[in-house]
Every structure is written in structure tokens, then in C-alpha cells.
């Protein structure tokens, strides 16, 4: 009888976790509604020593 509880016991943690981890939620890596937010006093550099402003640069891209 002991021996037919434990399996049995055994039987039911493993069908438990089997429905958690089918039925549990995943969650986005990257969330959708994320907004960038810019800094206009950052500083944005070239790698050859050449740094402009945030504010600067979008000036330039928009021109």
C-alpha cells in the first residue's frame, strides 16, 4: 500500500509541473510599448575623436 502511495504521490508532482510549464505565460524579451527617450546634452562620439550633442546630431540626420 505504501509502495502504491508513493508512485502514486510521484505520478502527481510530475503531471503537476508538466501543466505548469505548459500552460505558463512567456514573457516578451522586449516590450512593446517602450518609448526611447533621448538626452539632448549626451554626447555622440565617431571613434575618431570627432563628438557632436545629442540635439546636434538629430539636427544633422533631419537636414
Not at 510599448?33 to 546634452?41: E, G
Not at 565617431?46 to 537636414?63: F, I, R, S
Amino acid at each position: 500500500m505504501l509502495k502504491k502511495l508513493v508512485i502514486l504521490i510521484i505520478l502527481v508532482i510530475i503531471v503537476g509541473l508538466g501543466v505548469f510549464f505548459i500552460f505558463e505565460k512567456e514573457e516578451p524579451a522586449i516590450k512593446t510599448s517602450s518609448t526611447i527617450v533621448s538626452d539632448p546634452d549626451k554626447k555622440i562620439c565617431d571613434g575618431k575623436g570627432n563628438c557632436t550633442t545629442e540635439a546636434k546630431y538629430q539636427e544633422y540626420l533631419n537636414a
